[in-house]
Nanobody, 113 residues
Framework: QAQLVESGGGLVQPGGSLRLSCTVS????????MRWYRQAPGKERDPVASITRAGVTSYADSVKGRFTISRDNARNTVYLQMNSLKPEDTAEYYCNNFVLGYWGQGTQVTVSS
C-alpha cells in the first residue's frame, strides 16, 4: 500500500525559507509525475509545483522563481524548497501522485511576523 508522508512545515517570518519533504513508500517517485498542492482556509486545493518522470519541473505563476521542486531517487523523496515566503503562501501543503491519485496527510506552512 502506498504511503506519502509530508514534513518540514512550520511557522516562518515573511522572507524566510522552508523545505518540505514528501517521503514515499509503495512506489518509486522517479517513475511518476509528482506534485505539490496547497490549500488555504476557505479556498480550493491548487497545484503549486510538479516534477515529471524525466525531471522536468513546472510551477504556478504565484511561486515561480521562489519555489523549487526536486526529488532524491535514492531516498524516494520529493522536496519543495520555498524561499522568499510571503503571508499569502500560508496553507496546508500536500504531496500527490498525480496518476495514481495518492495524497499525503499534509503539512502546515504559516508565514507571519
Amino acid at each position: 500500500q502506498a504511503q506519502l508522508v509530508e514534513s518540514g512545515g512550520g511557522l516562518v517570518q515573511p522572507g524566510g525559507s522552508l523545505r518540505l519533504s514528501c517521503t514515499v513508500s509503495g512506489f518509486s517517485v522517479s517513475a511518476h509525475l509528482m506534485r505539490w498542492y496547497r490549500q488555504a482556509p476557505g479556498k480550493e486545493r491548487d497545484p503549486v509545483a510538479s516534477i515529471t518522470r524525466a525531471g522536468v519541473t513546472s510551477y504556478a505563476d504565484s511561486v515561480k522563481g521562489r519555489f523549487t521542486i526536486s526529488r532524491d531517487n535514492a531516498r524516494n523523496t520529493v522536496y519543495l524548497q520555498m524561499n522568499s515566503l510571503k503571508p499569502e503562501d500560508t496553507a496546508e501543503y500536500y504531496c500527490n501522485n498525480f496518476v495514481l491519485g495518492y495524497w499525503g496527510q499534509g503539512t502546515q506552512v504559516t508565514v507571519s511576523s
